[in-house]
Each structure stands twice: as structure tokens, then as C-alpha cells.
């Protein structure tokens, strides 16, 4: 008997992004609907070619979406808010779009999207369930059993995903605040029940049950549902193996619960939790089988191959091979797809990395050095082990200047000169800005003609002194149209930039970018984050140039625009070889270098965006303390190298603040800003509750969805961050960059919120 390989789930997007493609495509009205699901099943097909013919055992389908596996799971369910008009039946593409992407130009009104954030600890963004009271459930999409029978069709016989309904309902919300999600649990499993049924009446032999939640600090309560919703699964579907998957860390005090569940096996993340794999093996009942997650499903870095069996080996001899599984540490969504489309990487860097395919590639090979011994693959782990000593002794990855600097920081580094209270006096009289003052979070519309003539310079078909006369016009455009319209804190556009966290990185030693490195954020919005593979400086400035340009064109203030070091972490792939927090130190050191250079140019405002600063948090409490001590130390290693009289913003991503309010608290950024619009201000209450003592900008209007809010709207939102906060310290702007949307967007929406800042400054008066 063979080992079985598995994969958990492959990237959706397609190796040249023809997923963003189609849908952006669909929703310009360009192709119907049909042939949108046309170009969905073709990279389904390709997928599941791909992982079949490198020899994978377990194949997943249903890993793919359209846009989002969890609103997918609330269509499959029927959770669909009431003011979709929903009426039963199959769900169609315009509903399934409004609620991912809102709606605009309705006769009767626009539809808002659902709420957005993040998935447990990564950058994919999801969107939020919404539940209410006596909320029915119904299956309403047979997708899981649609595409399992399209798979089969192909002659792939796969392994369904769903996600499982405990995980589910605990990352759903409700406006009630009394509901508890988990009192729907017994609504819920009947659907369940009968997804499972009808796999198993169609042939599945194993269906894959995700259920992340259980890496997460739970209560009883919790964990009592997991036992519940298991045992009512399993005696519905008695002859069907569930595969119970967890990742993003250890089970821990969880593992009890895992362990005690009537599944027929448990996966285990072996590289967030290698420890747990002890624990495990000592105390699993004997005919459980083990999926052991060795492969990173979350970062590039190749695996070293013998190593790895090393480890892997002693426990497959203990749990036998028919009692196993090899898998990635979770599905690979995370990765981009393939790294043989990089012609152009440096030959050594190259091969230190590994991309889904390679991925599935390595997952093989553990299974073949497993079933036939290390001999049948011992070129594949000669290569293995040789990229892994190359890479750990590179003269490439290392800088003893940086170290040298990153040792003689001191923590007068990591402090401004005067609380507060005193800042923020000398600011407004440097300053001069009315009561609301409106500002934006720093991007403009990357239209079709910027992307253009980015594309043009670099394949050198437009010259630098060209190319340099455009980014000035259409940053002087930009200046201009915000002194009309009346904004007060004016940004530059940043039409020179590609992406917030490439344009640094690429101007950073130790950084490395990629040309097809793609991985998906949300819905159609894919990046692509850099490679940190050494010790990171800046060798030059980086943004002090266009900053000074645009400053030059008005006498309002103009913000200096920077990513943070906690930043620009988290949305790249991290070199594993040291701690996380030196590597973001070594960041915050070189963007300290760039803010100082921005005062001495003249740039008296100075936004340091930090949207993954809670992110990063660790998914168990009890390593939150570590992480937001050396985040918050890097933040201000970055930013306290100003005068008081310079003001330092920063700006946060759809987050729950609650938890880690003292934390925001101490950046002591003199204004921040948060994404507010989509949660009514609800995001508010933990600065309300805390008495944040500085700045907020509270985001009144949702930019990622078309839709332009009325004045009436946004005033009304004011209105709400007025009863929570003192009318002086609120500063009004949209909710994240304006990158993503288009100038006929944009511009009435901004010009509508700087009515509605006149508004609360003559009610206020």
C-alpha cells in the first residue's frame, strides 16, 4: 500500500491571472455569465490535470471559487441577508456578486458588500457571514457535489473541501449583538448532513472537513459544538471518511477535542506546530489516520527534502503507511502557482524557492522516497539538501553593517520627545487646518493609461524623461483637483508606484520581486509579494523626490506616503532563518531613514500605513505579548526619528481592534485612520472604550465597492464617530487607498465627503 499525497487545495487564479481576467470582464459587462463559468471549469480542469499527473493521491475540488470559499459555504447554506431579495432557489452570479461587491445604479437603491477581514493570520481577506435571529438554512448551492462530478467526469476521482460548520459560524457576525453564531448550529448541520450524502451517494470515498477554529484558543462552549456537529455528521454519512483539517498552528489544548471526534483523520500543520507531532502520535487513537502537513503552504522557501524524512519517517513507521498522509501545512492558496515562469530571478535565489508546483512536486516526492526508500529519489534530495547549504551560507543573505546597526539601537530611538498633548499643539499651529479636516489614505486611480505607461518604460519603449513628464502631469492633475474640490491634507496620487509594499522592496537591499508571482488577496484583487531572502537597508531615498514635487505645487500640506515595517513583514515572503523580529527591525531601520529624510525636505505630515499591524497577531493569546511588543518597537523605531511638530499618521486595514487597543495606543501615531464604513463605526468602540487619546480618521466611505455614498451617508456616519469620540479629534477620510477604483468613483465620492466635513463643522459650531 502506497502513502497517500494530498494537497488540501491549489491557488484558483491561474498561472497568468486569468481568473481577475474573467471576472473583471464579466463585471464590465463584457461576457455573460456563461462564459464566465466556462473559464472557471477550464482552470479547474487544468488544476486538477496538474496535480493528477505529478502523481498527487488525494485530489481536492471544490477548493476553487469564484470569489471567496466562505461566501461560497453562506450560498451553499442559504445564509443570505435579507436585503439581497433573495427569494430560494438556485443562487444567481448578480446576487452572489452583490453580496461580494455591493451594487450600484439600482433604481430602488444601492446594495452595500458584505463585511470584510481577514482570514485567521494571512492577507487573504474573506467575507463575513451575517446571521440573524431565527435565521433559516437551506441548501441552496450543490457546488462541493457540482464539481466533484465535474472532476469525476475528467476521470479525476477527488477529494471535496468544504469548510467545516463550526469554523463557519464562528466567523460569521450578526447585528444582534445577543445572538450567539453557535445557536445556529443545529439549522446548519442538516445542510451538511446532506452535502456529505450526496458526495458519498456519488462516489466520494473521503471528504475534506476544514475546520481552522481549532487552532484558536476556545471555550467549552466551543468545543462542545465541535462534538456535537461530529457526531451528527458522522451517523448521517456512517460509511463516508471525513479528514478533519486544521492548520495555522498547533491543536494544544485543543488536541483532546480533535483527537476525541468520530473522523476518519486529522490533519496536523507540522510547520506552523512542528512540536504537536509528538504529542499526537503518543495519544491518537490507533485507527486514525494522520495527515502529517509538512510542505509550507504559507511561504516560497524550498523544503529541505531530508530533513523532512527524517522527521516523518519514525512516525510513519509507528502509525503505518495505510494510517498516513503527506501534505502541505495547509492548502496552497498562499503561493503563487508556478515557479518556472521566472526567467529572470537570480540563478541562486531561484533555487532556494518553491511555488505551488513545486510544492506538489516536493509532497510526491516525500511519497515516493517513503513508499520505495530514499534511493528512488536521491537525486531529489541531493538537490534538496544542496540548495538548503548554499542558501544558509550565502555571502548574498548577509550584512554586517545591518547587524552591526541593528545591535546599537538604543530605546531613545523607539520615543518621540514630548507626549502627546504637546505635539498636537505645535502641530495644529504649524498646520492650520479646520475643525474635520478631510484628507485621503494616499492612492489614486491606477487607470488604464498610468498602466501603460508603466508597462511601457519597463520593456523601454518609453523613455525615463518621458515616462518622468507623465507621472508629473498626472500628479499635478491629482494636486490640483483636490485644492478644487476642497480637500485639506492633500497625497501625491502615488501614480509611480506598482504596489505599496513592491515600490519599497525593490528600492531595499535584501528584497527580491517576482514577474508571475501572484497570489490572491481578494476576489479579483491578487499581489505579489517580494522575497525577503537577506538582510534588508535602504541604499537610497525612495519616495523623498515625488513627495517634494508635489509639495512644490501647493501650499496645503502634502503627506509623505510609507509603508511600515510590520507592513511590509507581513505582505511578503519572510527568510526563515532568523527571527521575524529582527527582520522587521532591520525594515523599520531603513524606513526611519526615509521618514527623517522627508522632514528635511519640507513634508510636515508623514503617513506610515501599517494595514497588517493586527494581522501579524498570533492566533493564541498566549503569544500576542512577544509580537506586539517588537511590532510597536519597530513602528516607533521607524517613525521617532521626527521633530514634534511633524505629524505622523498611520492607517489600519478592516481589523478587530478590541484585543489589542493598549498595543495601537502605544505606536503613539499622532492620527490614525481605520476602516470603519462597512461596520456602521462599529470598529470605533474599542478606541471609544479605551479613550484613545489622539487622532482618528474613521473611514466614511467603503472603497471597495463601486458604489458612491451620499452626502447624507456620510454625514450620518460622522455623526456616529462624533457620539463615540470629541469632535477634535476626528479627521475625515475614505476607508483604504483609492488605487482600485476609477476616477468616475472616486471623484464624487470624495467630493460628497468634503460636503459632509462642512456639514459637521457648521453643526458643530
Known amino acids: 500500500m502506497s502513502i497517500v499525497t494530498s494537497t488540501l487545495g491549489f491557488p484558483r487564479i491561474g498561472p497568468r491571472r486569468e481568473l481577475k481576467t474573467a471576472l473583471e470582464s464579466h463585471w464590465a459587462g463584457k461576457t455573460d455569465a456563461r462564459a464566465l463559468l466556462d473559464d472557471a471549469a477550464a482552470l479547474r480542469t487544468a488544476a486538477w490535470a496538474r496535480q493528477q499527473g505529478a502523481g498527487v493521491t488525494h485530489v481536492p475540488s471544490s477548493d476553487f471559487s469564484l470569489y471567496d470559499h466562505v461566501l461560497d459555504t453562506s450560498v451553499m447554506l442559504g445564509a443570505i441577508?435579507?436585503?439581497?431579495?433573495?427569494?430560494?432557489?438556485?443562487?444567481?452570479?448578480?446576487?452572489?456578486?452583490?453580496m461580494a461587491r455591493g451594487t450600484r445604479g439600482r433604481a430602488d437603491g444601492d446594495l452595500p458588500a458584505l463585511e470584510m477581514t481577514k482570514w485567521f493570520d494571512t492577507n487573504y481577506h474573506y467575507m463575513v457571514p451575517e446571521f440573524a435571529p431565527g435565521q433559516a438554512f437551506t441548501l441552496a448551492s450543490t457546488k462541493p457535489i457540482d464539481e466533484f462530478l465535474e472532476a469525476k467526469a475528467l476521470g479525476v476521482r477527488t477529494r471535496p473541501v468544504v469548510l467545516g460548520p463550526v469554523t463557519y459560524l464562528l466567523l460569521g457576525k450578526s447585528k444582534d449583538d445577543a445572538l450567539d453564531p453557535l445557536s445556529l448550529l443545529p439549522g446548519v448541520l442538516p445542510v451538511y448532513a446532506e452535502v456529505l450524502r450526496r458526495l458519498a451517494g456519488e462516489g466520494a470515498d473521503w471528504v475534506q472537513i476544514d475546520e481552522p477554529c481549532l487552532v484558536l484558543d476556545l471555550a467549552d462552549a466551543q468545543r462542545n459544538a465541535l462534538a456535537h456537529a461530529y457526531k451528527v455528521l458522522a451517523a448521517a454519512v456512517p460509511g463516508l471518511k471525513l479528514l478533519l483539517?486544521?492548520?495555522?498552528?498547533?491543536?494544544?489544548?485543543?488536541?483532546?477535542?480533535?483527537?476525541?471526534?468520530?473522523?476518519?483523520?486529522?490533519?496536523?500543520?507540522?510547520?506552523?506546530?512542528?512540536?504537536?507531532?509528538?504529542?499526537?502520535?503518543?495519544?491518537?487513537?490507533?485507527?486514525?489516520?494522520?495527515?502529517?502537513?509538512?510542505?509550507?503552504?504559507?511561504?516560497?522557501?524550498?523544503?529541505d527534502l531530508p530533513a523532512i524524512l527524517d522527521r516523518i519517517e519514525p512516525a510513519v513507521d509507528r502509525r503505518g503507511v495505510e494510517r498516513s498522509m503527506i501534505g502541505p501545512s495547509c492548502s496552497l492558496l498562499h503561493v503563487p502557482i508556478d515557479l518556472d515562469l521566472e526567467a529572470g530571478l537570480d540563478p541562486d535565489l531561484k533555487s532556494w524557492l518553491a511555488f505551488a508546483v513545486q510544492k506538489v512536486d516536493e509532497i510526491v516526492t516525500l511519497g515516493r522516497a517513503i513508499d520505495r526508500g530514499r534511493a528512488d529519489v536521491a537525486d531529489e534530495l541531493e538537490d534538496s539538501a544542496a540548495a538548503a547549504a548554499t542558501r544558509k551560507a550565502s555571502p548574498k543573505i548577509h550584512d554586517g553593517k545591518?547587524?552591526?546597526?541593528?545591535?546599537?539601537?538604543?530605546?531613545?530611538?523607539?520615543?518621540?520627545?514630548?507626549?502627546?498633548?504637546?505635539?498636537?499643539?505645535?502641530?495644529?499651529?504649524?498646520?492650520?487646518?479646520?475643525?474635520?479636516?478631510?484628507?485621503?489614505?494616499?492612492?489614486?486611480?491606477?487607470?488604464?493609461?498610468?498602466?501603460?505607461?508603466?508597462?511601457?518604460?519597463?520593456?523601454?519603449?518609453?523613455?525615463?524623461?518621458?515616462?518622468?513628464?507623465?507621472?508629473?502631469?498626472?500628479?499635478?492633475?491629482?494636486?490640483?483637483?483636490?485644492?478644487?474640490?476642497?480637500i485639506d491634507v492633500l497625497v501625491h496620487g502615488e501614480f509611480e508606484r506598482n504596489d505599496m509594499v513592491q515600490y519599497f522592496g525593490e528600492q531595499l537591499s535584501g528584497y527580491a520581486f517576482t514577474k508571475h508571482g501572484w497570489v490572491q488577496s481578494y476576489g479579483s484583487r491578487y499581489v505579489r509579494p517580494p522575497v525577503i531572502f537577506g538582510d534588508v537597508?535602504?541604499?537610497?531615498?525612495?519616495?523623498?523626490?515625488?513627495?517634494?514635487?508635489?509639495?512644490?505645487?501647493?501650499?496645503?500640506?502634502?503627506?509623505?506616503?510609507?509603508?511600515?515595517?510590520?507592513?511590509?513583514?507581513?505582505?511578503?515572503?519572510?527568510?526563515?532563518?532568523?527571527?521575524?523580529?529582527?527582520?522587521c527591525r532591520q525594515i523599520a531601520l531603513a524606513l526611519r531613514d526615509e521618514v527623517v529624510d522627508l522632514e528635511k525636505a519640507g513634508i510636515s505630515i508623514i503617513q506610515i500605513d501599517e494595514p497588517a499591524f493586527r494581522e501579524g497577531l498570533p492566533l493564541r493569546r498566549t503569544e500576542w505579548r512577544p509580537y506586539l511588543d517588537w511590532a510597536v518597537a519597530s513602528f516607533r523605531l521607524a517613525a521617532c526619528g521626527v521633530a514634534d511638530a511633524t505629524q505622523i499618521h498611520t492607517h489600519m486595514c478592516y481589523s478587530e481592534f478590541n484585543d489589542i487597543i493598549d498595543s495601537i495606543g502605544a505606536m503613539d501615531a499622532d492620527v490614525?485612520?481605520?476602516?470603519?464604513?462597512?461596520?456602521?463605526?462599529?470598529?470605533?468602540?474599542?478606541?471609544?472604550?479605551?479613550?484613545?487619546?489622539?487622532?482618528?480618521?474613521?473611514?466614511?466611505?467603503?472603497?471597495?465597492?463601486?458604489?458612491?455614498?451620499?452626502?447624507?451617508?456620510?454625514?450620518?456616519?460622522?455623526?456616529?464617530?462624533?457620539?463615540?469620540?470629541?469632535?477634535?479629534?476626528?479627521?475625515?477620510?475614505?476607508?483604504?487607498?483609492?488605487?482600485?477604483?476609477?476616477?468616475?468613483?472616486?471623484?464624487?465620492?470624495?467630493?460628497?465627503?468634503?460636503?459632509?466635513?462642512?456639514?459637521?463643522?457648521?453643526?458643530?459650531?
Request: aromatic share 8%; net charge positive; proline share 8%.
Open 81 to 98: 441577508p435579507s436585503l439581497y431579495e433573495w427569494r430560494g432557489g438556485p443562487v444567481s452570479p448578480e446576487t452572489y456578486f452583490a
Open 672 to 765: 490614525i485612520s481605520i476602516e470603519t464604513a462597512r461596520s456602521k463605526m462599529e470598529l470605533l468602540d474599542a478606541f471609544t472604550n479605551y479613550r484613545y487619546p489622539n487622532d482618528i480618521g474613521p473611514g466614511v466611505y467603503d472603497i471597495h465597492t463601486p458604489r458612491c455614498p451620499s452626502v447624507d451617508e456620510m454625514t450620518a456616519l460622522l455623526a456616529k464617530a462624533a457620539e463615540r469620540l470629541a469632535p477634535d479629534q476626528i479627521w475625515v477620510n475614505p476607508d483604504c487607498g483609492l488605487k482600485t477604483r476609477k476616477w468616475e468613483e472616486v471623484r464624487p465620492a470624495l467630493v460628497n465627503m468634503v460636503e459632509a466635513a462642512r456639514r459637521m463643522r457648521a453643526a458643530s459650531r
Open 537 to 583: 537597508s535602504r541604499p537610497r531615498p525612495m519616495t523623498v523626490e515625488w513627495s517634494a514635487y508635489a509639495q512644490s505645487l501647493t501650499g496645503k500640506p502634502m503627506k509623505g506616503m510609507l509603508t511600515g515595517p510590520v507592513t511590509m513583514l507581513q505582505w511578503s515572503f519572510v527568510r526563515d532563518d532568523q527571527p521575524r523580529e529582527r527582520t
Open 245 to 303: 483539517t486544521t492548520y495555522f498552528g498547533g491543536l494544544d489544548d485543543n488536541l483532546d477535542t480533535a483527537l476525541e471526534l468520530p473522523v476518519a483523520g486529522l490533519h496536523l500543520d507540522l510547520v506552523r506546530a512542528p512540536a504537536q507531532l509528538d504529542d499526537v502520535l503518543s495519544r491518537a487513537p490507533a485507527g486514525l489516520v494522520l495527515s502529517f502537513g509538512v510542505i509550507d503552504g504559507r511561504n516560497v522557501w524550498q523544503a
Open 402 to 486: 545591518v547587524k552591526a546597526r541593528l545591535d546599537a539601537v538604543t530605546p531613545d530611538m523607539t520615543r518621540r520627545a514630548k507626549p502627546f498633548a504637546a505635539r498636537r499643539q505645535l502641530q495644529r499651529d504649524r498646520l492650520g487646518l479646520p475643525a474635520f479636516p478631510t484628507t485621503t489614505i494616499g492612492s489614486f486611480p491606477q487607470t488604464e493609461e498610468v498602466r501603460k505607461a508603466r508597462a511601457a518604460h519597463a520593456k523601454g519603449t518609453l523613455g525615463d524623461a518621458e515616462y518622468r513628464d507623465f507621472l508629473r502631469k498626472e500628479t499635478k492633475a491629482a494636486v490640483r483637483w483636490q485644492e478644487d474640490v476642497g
